[in-house]
């Protein structure tokens, strides 16, 4: 089984890119989890889609998602929101308008975040599911939220309570994919 995580920061340093890392090292025996970051995608702009197609950075995560049995997504929270370059990846992604089905229709989907706010990014993916719903996706119903993620993803590692709380979540999304 193939998973990709999609880290919805930047940051060279993020919680949520080290989220997603943490995912891959916990991955159960007979799955793959493959995190992904958005570097490389422009802001969506329709003169750029129609004069220069598609760019690579949103071909090639578009491929992975499509070859994957199922997608994490791991949003920060910013201003009791998604991040603006998660929701233009989502934007590039769905072009054009045939791409939409086959990268996100029906796909086992699952959202995860940390901050390091008292609520684990669940403004953010509260809000993610609206668009998410638009994209068809199949959601897992458990969500993944770490709080105050600056004590418990560091530099030296990340605390057992966590490592604890993110494998068994991901069991759970695994199971979710099999049972379809």
Do not use: C
């Not at 999609?6 to 060279?12: I, Q, W």
């Not at 949520?16 to 969506?44: D, F």
């Not at 129609?50 to 995560?61: F, R, T, W, Y």
């Not at 604890?164 to 979710?176: D, P, T």
Request: hydrophobic share 40%.
């Amino acid at each position: 089984m193939n998973i990709i995580a999609v880290s919805g920061s930047l940051r060279t340093h993020s919680f949520n890119t080290r989220l997603s890392q943490l995912l891959e090292e916990l991955a159960p025996s007979g799955v793959k989890v493959n995190p992904a970051t958005l570097h490389g995608i422009p802001l969506y702009d329709a003169d750029v889609e129609e004069g220069d197609g598609i760019p690579a950075a949103v071909s090639g995560l578009r491929d992975q998602i499509k070859a994957s049995d199922g997608l994490v997504i791991v949003t920060p929270e910013y201003n009791a929101g998604m991040p603006g370059v998660l929701k233009n990846a989502l934007d590039w992604l769905t072009r054009p308008g045939e791409e939409l089905k086959p990268t996100f229709g029906g796909r086992p989907t699952a959202l995860a975040g940390a901050t390091p706010g008292a609520w684990g990014t669940a403004l953010a993916q509260s809000g993610a599911l609206i668009n998410l719903r638009q994209l068809g996706v199949h959601l897992y119903p458990a969500y993944l939220r770490v709080s105050a993620a600056h004590t418990k993803i560091s530099d030296d590692g990340v605390d057992d309570e966590l490592r604890e709380q993110a494998g068994k979540w991901l069991k759970g999304f695994v199971e979710f994919i099999r049972e379809g």
